[in-house]
C-alpha cells in the first residue's frame, strides 16, 4: 500500500480516474485530490466518490501533496510541468528521498523528459517517468474503473539523475492498483510503443476513415462485421490524444511505419501474384504470433501460457484405487512429429502429416519454422500441411527461436541451423536451459561450425551460419538419438560422407524418415552414414501414437488387479520396444495384436491385463530402448514382488529432470524403499499388497513424465496424491488427465491458487 499522505493526480479522465478508484478499492487510506480543467469532471470525481477535494487551478493542490501523477495529455504536460517547477520548492524535488515524487501516465516518453528538461532546467531525482499501458477507446472520469490496471503492465523510465527512493514509490503506487512494473529506457519505451499501440491506432485510424470517405460507406458500415468493427473500435480512439501522441513520437512513429510499408508491400506483391504459400505463410506465422511470443517473453511453456497467466502452476491431486479399463487411443509420438515438420520444411512438395502430436513440444518447432518462412497449415485435429522450402529455402527469423522444453528439438536444430547461410539463436525454458548442448556443439564444431554456448555448455545456442561443413566420422561418447539425429542433419549440408557409431541402438526415426523423402541413409552395425547435398522429395507421414505416452497406461493396467486395456495404433519401432520388453520381463500380461506398418514405422494395438509383477534387473541393452519409460517403470518396480534393479540409465540424469532422484524423492515421500545410484536405482517393491504405499505430496520439478508417473502410483497408494508443477504435461501428453479419467484413474487439475487457499 502507498505510503504517501496525500495523492494528486493531475487530470482526472479515464486514466487519473482509474487510478483514483483503484486506490479506493485496495483501501488507500490517504487523501486523494485532483486537478482538471473541467470543473464538472472534478464534481463527478468527488460524486463519484474517488477523490476527496479538486480544483480547476494547481496552485491551490500542490501544497501538502506527497506523490503527484500527471495524467494530462501529452502535450499539456510543458504548461503542466512549468507550473509545477513554479509552485514547488526545488529541495522538495531532490535527493536522495524526495518529500515530493512526480510521475506521469503519458504514452510517449522522450516528449516529457523535454518538457521536463525544460520547466526544471534538469531532470529533478524526483521525477519518474512512467506509462501504464491500459487505455481504452474510452474517456471521462465517468468511465473510471478500479480494476483498469489489474495484470497490466506500467514502464517506468527513470534516469540516470532519478532517486531509487522515487522510483519504490511509483512501484509501490502502480502496485498497488494492481499493476506489474517494469522498467526500460526512454528511447526504448518509445520505439516499442511506436510499434505495439501507436501504429495500430494509425492504421486503424487510417483504414476507418479511407473506407467512411468512400461513396458506399452506408453500406460498409452497414455490414461491418468481424475485422472492421474492431478497426472502428480502435478508431474510436480519443483524436485529441491520438493527434498529441503522434506529434511526440514523430521519428519512432516513422520508423515503424516504413517497416509496416515493407511488409505490406511483400503482402501486395503475395496477393497479386496469387503467390498462395508466400500468403499462407505470413498468415500462418501471424496467426500464432501471440501465443509464440507470449512464450518467447516469459520463456515458459507454449501453448499453456496463457493458462498459466491466468492459473500459476498446475497441480494433479489423484485420489487412490481405482483400475483401468477401455480402449484408447494416446497422442501421436513426439519424435515421429518435431522430425515430420523439420523434413517436411526442408523438402521439395508439399507434406501432409497425420497424427501429428499437439503438444507444445512439437508445437514450438512447427512455429520456429513458420519464423524461417515456411508455410505451415495445422494442426487441424493432428493434421498438418507443411510446403516445403526445398534444402536451401530456409529464411533467418526475426528473432530467437523459443523450442520451449524440447531438448530434442534444439538439438536436431543445432544440426539443421549450423547447415544455413543465416545466424540463429536457439532459447528454451527454465528447465532446457539447465541441459547439456556441448554434446552436440562440440561435434558440430569439428564439422565446421561455428556455434556459442552458455556456460557449460547449455542454451542459448548462438549458430553463426554461412559457414562451410565438411562430413566427421563420429564416435558417440553416449547412446543419443538426439546427437546422432543432429549430426546427420548437419550431413545434410555438409561435404562428403557424415558418419556415427553409437555404443548401443538408439530410435532411428530420423534414418526411416530420411529415407522415407528419398534420401539414402546407410547403416551397417552399430554405425550409419549420409552424403552432404542431396534432397529431400516431400512424402506423407502417418505418425503413430506414442509408445512413451502409451507407457503410462501399460504400467497403470499392469500394477493394478482387474486392469483389462487396449492401445491401439501404439509406434512399435524396435528401437523404442524396452517398455514392452522389461514389462514381460517383470511378467506382465501383454500382447502386441494388429502389427502393420505406417509410413515406414511397424504399429501394433498393445492389449494389455493384470498379473503379478516381480522385480527383475534390467537388462542393460534394453536402456536406451527405454530411456524416456523409466519414471513410469520405477512405479511399476514399486508393486512388484523383489527388487529391480536399473544400471547404465546416467543418460536419464539430464532430461527435463535428474529423473533419477526426482523419482527416488516421490518414492521416499509415498514410502518406498530404494537406493539410489549415480548411474540407477534398486526399488524394493511391495508384491501384491493391495495398497503397496502411501500417498503425499510430490514435486514433479516441471518434468511431464516424472507428473504422469505419479498419478499412475495412485492407483495402489494408500493416500491421495498430490503432484505440483504439472504444466508441462502438456509438453508430450495434451489432454492426459481426461484420458486417466475416461479409463478409471481418479485424477482432478487444479491451479496452484486454490491450492493454497485450501491448505
Ligand atoms: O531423438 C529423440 O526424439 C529423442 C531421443 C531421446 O533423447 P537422447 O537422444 O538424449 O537419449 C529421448 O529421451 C527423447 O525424448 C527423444
Ligand atoms: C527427454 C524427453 O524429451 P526431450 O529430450 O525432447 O526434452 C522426454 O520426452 O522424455
Redesign the pocket.
Known amino acids: 500500500m502507498p505510503n504517501e499522505a496525500r495523492v494528486l493526480i493531475v487530470g482526472l479522465g479515464l486514466i487519473g480516474g482509474s487510478l483514483a478508484a483503484a486506490l479506493r478499492a485496495v483501501g488507500y487510506a490517504g487523501t486523494i485530490q485532483s486537478c482538471d480543467p473541467d470543473a464538472g469532471e472534478i464534481a463527478r470525481g468527488i460524486e463519484m466518490g474517488l477523490i476527496d477535494h479538486g480544483d480547476t487551478r494547481l496552485a491551490s493542490l500542490v501544497e501538502g501533496a506527497t506523490l503527484i501523477v500527471l495524467a494530462v495529455p501529452v502535450l499539456a504536460m510543458r504548461s503542466v510541468m512549468q507550473e509545477l517547477a513554479d509552485l514547488l520548492p526545488r529541495e522538495a524535488l531532490s535527493g536522495t528521498a524526495p518529500r515530493v515524487v512526480i510521475t506521469d501516465v503519458g504514452s510517449t516518453k522522450a516528449a516529457v523528459r523535454d518538457c521536463a528538461l525544460a520547466a526544471f532546467g534538469e531532470l529533478p531525482a524526483g521525477l519518474v517517468l512512467g506509462h501504464p499501458i491500459a487505455g481504452s477507446e474510452k474517456s471521462g472520469v465517468a468511465a473510471s474503473n478500479p480494476q483498469l490496471y489489474i495484470k497490466h503492465k506500467v514502464i517506468l523510465t527513470p534516469s540516470r539523475e532519478t532517486a531509487p527512493a522515487a522510483v519504490a514509490r511509483v512501484q509501490t503506487l502502480w502496485r498497488a492498483c494492481g499493476a506489474e512494473v517494469l522498467e526500460m529506457d526512454v528511447e526504448r519505451h518509445d520505439q516499442v510503443l511506436a510499434r505495439t499501440s501507436h501504429l495500430p491506432h494509425l492504421l486503424a485510424f487510417s483504414l476507418v476513415d479511407t473506407l467512411a470517405r468512400q461513396d458506399e460507406r452506408l453500406e460498409i458500415f452497414r455490414y461491418a462485421a468481424g475485422g472492421f468493427r474492431d478497426f472502428t473500435r480502435i478508431a474510436g480512439s480519443d483524436p485529441v490524444m491520438w493527434r498529441d501522441i503522434f506529434t511526440a513520437n514523430r521519428d519512432a512513429v516513422l520508423s515503424s511505419l516504413d517497416d509496416f510499408e515493407a511488409g505490406l508491400g511483400r503482402l501486395r506483391q503475395a496477393v497479386e501474384a496469387g503467390d498462395g504459400d508466400a500468403m499462407l505463410s505470413i498468415f500462418d506465422r501471424a496467426s500464432h504470433a501471440r501465443h509464440y511470443f507470449d512464450s518467447l517473453l516469459n520463456q515458459t511453456s507454449y501453448q499453456v501460457e496463457y493458462q498459466m497467466q491466468q492459473q500459476g502452476k498446475l497441480t494433479f491431486r489423484a485420489a487412490p484405487g481405482g483400475r483401468v479399463a477401455g480402449r484408447i487411443r494416446v497422442p501421436g509420438d ?2 515421429i512429429s ?2 515430420s515438420i523439420m523434413l517436411g520444411a526442408l523438402a521439395e512438395g508439399v507434406t501432409e502429416v497425420k497424427g501429428f502430436l499437439e503438444g507444445e513440444d512439437s508445437l514450438a518447432t512447427l512455429q520456429a519454422f513458420r519464423e524461417m518462412g515456411v508455410a505451415i497449415e495445422g494442426p487441424h485435429q493432428g493434421r498438418v500441411t507443411v510446403h516445403g522450402v526445398g534444402m536451401h529455402g530456409l529464411k533467418a527469423p526475426a528473432g530467437p527461436l523459443y523450442v520451449g522444453n524440447a ?2 528439438a534444439m ?2 536444430f543445432a544440426g539443421l541451423l549450423a547447415g544455413q547461410g543465416f545466424d540463429t539463436e536457439l532459447i528454451g525454458d527454465a528447465s532446457l536451459t539447465k541441459r547439456p548442448m556441448g554434446r552436440v556443439a562440440d561435434p558440430l564444431r569439428v564439422m565446421g561450425a561455428k556455434i556459442d554456448t552458455a556456460e557449460g555448455g547449455r542454451p542459448p545456442l548462438k549458430i553463426h551460419g554461412g559457414q562451410k561443413l565438411k562430413g566427421i566420422t563420429y564416435d558417440m561418447p ?8 543432429c549430426l546427420l542433419l548437419a550431413g545434410l549440408y555438409a561435404e562428403g560422407e557424415t558418419r556415427v557409431r553409437e555404443p548401443a541402438p ?2 532411428d ?2 534414418e526411416r524418415m530420411l529415407a522415407g523423402f528419398g534420401y539414402e541413409v546407410h547403416r551397417e552395425g552399430d554405425t550409419c552414414w549420409l552424403n552432404g547435398g542431396g534432397k529431400l522429395t516431400a512424402a506423407p507421414i502417418d505418425v503413430p501414437s506414442d509408445i ?1 505416452s502409451a507407457t503410462f497406461f501399460l504400467v497403470a493396467a499392469a500394477i493394478t488387479p482387474g486392469s483389462n486395456l487396449i492401445l491401439e495404433h501404439v509406434g512399435i519401432n524396435p528401437t523404442r520396444i524396452g517398455v514392452i520388453n522389461i514389462l514381460k520381463l517383470m511378467g506382465a500380461d501383454l500382447h502386441l495384436t494388429n502389427e502393420r506398418e505406417v509410413g515406414g514405422e511397424p504399429v501394433a494395438d498393445l492389449h494389455i491385463r493384470y498379473a503379478p509383477l516381480k522385480g527383475i534387473d534390467i537388462p542393460l541393452d534394453q536402456v ?1 530402448l527405454a ?2 519409460e523409466f519414471p513410469a517403470l520405477f512405479v511399476a518396480a514399486a508393486c512388484a514382488t523383489g527388487t529391480t534393479r536399473l544400471r547404465g540409465a546416467e ?1 536419464l540424469r ?2 527435463e529432470s535428474d529423473r533419477i532422484q526426482a523419482m527416488a524423492d516421490g518414492l521416499a515421500t509415498l514410502g518406498v524403499e530404494h537406493t539410489v545410484l549415480e548411474d540407477g536405482i534398486d526399488i524394493v517393491g511391495a508384491g501384491e499388497r493391495e495398497v503397496a504405499y502411501g500417498g503425499g505430496r510430490i514435486d514433479s520439478l516441471g518434468d511431464h513424465r516424472i507428473a504422469m508417473s505419479f498419478v499412475v502410483a495412485s492407483l495402489r497408494a494408500g493416500e491421495e496424491i498430490v503432484i505440483d508443477d504439472c504444466a508441462n504435461v502438456a509438453t508430450s501428453f495434451p489432454g492426459f488427465t481426461e484420458l486417466a479419467r475416461t479409463v478409471g484413474l481418479h485424477v482432478e487439475e487444479e491451479d496452484a491458487g486454490n491450492t493454497e487457499e485450501r491448505a
Not at 553416449?478 to 539425429?485: H, N, T
Request: overall charge positive.
Open positions: 513426439k519424435s518435431h522430425r531438448g530434442t538439438r536436431l553416449m547412446a543419443s538419438a538426439q546427437v546422432k539425429s538408439t530410435r526415426h530420423t512413451s536406451p530411456i524416456d543418460e539430464v532430461k
